[in-house]
């Protein structure tokens, strides 16, 4: 079992950037690493919040396409929201390829539910 100043990224352990120098210094760091990782959590809750979004609005995509009688997949939309996307991660300096898989993951399965059954919840579609 990890202590708080032992384990994988935390000071005396064995991660990276070395140990601090001093007690005070090691619970400086501590502190920092603990606001940090708080921060990291906060971020995966928005995403969380962003994709459940995301679902209801593709859900008023995959409505509207039904009603007016268009199919579930547009690929030439569907490639155009990719190449989007890619180049958003280029600006901001992220990996595109990593984007480029999650957002063709998101699509997929606002597809896959879509081509259920439509009971009781309605389905999404990608948007």
């Known amino acids: 079992m ?11 352990g064995s991660g990276a950037g070395g140990a601090a120098r001093g007690p005070g210094e090691a619970a400086g760091s501590l502190e920092r690493l603990d606001r940090l990782r708080e921060q990291v959590s906060e971020c995966d809750r928005e995403l969380i919040e962003i994709l459940s979004r995301r679902r209801g609005l593709v859900r008023e995509v995959g409505k509207l396409k039904a009603r007016l009688g268009f199919p579930v997949t547009d690929p030439r939309r569907e490639a155009a929201v990719v190449r ?3 180049e958003m991660a280029r600006a901001a300096g992220l990996d595109e390829e990593l984007i480029r898989d999650l957002i063709w993951k998101i699509m997929s399965a606002s597809r896959d539910q879509q081509y259920e059954p ?8 990608n948007a």
């Open 2 to 12: 990890w202590t708080s100043d032992s384990g994988p990224g935390r000071a005396g």
């Open 118 to 125: 439509q009971g009781g919840e309605e389905s999404p579609d």
């Open 84 to 86: 989007r996307a890619a």
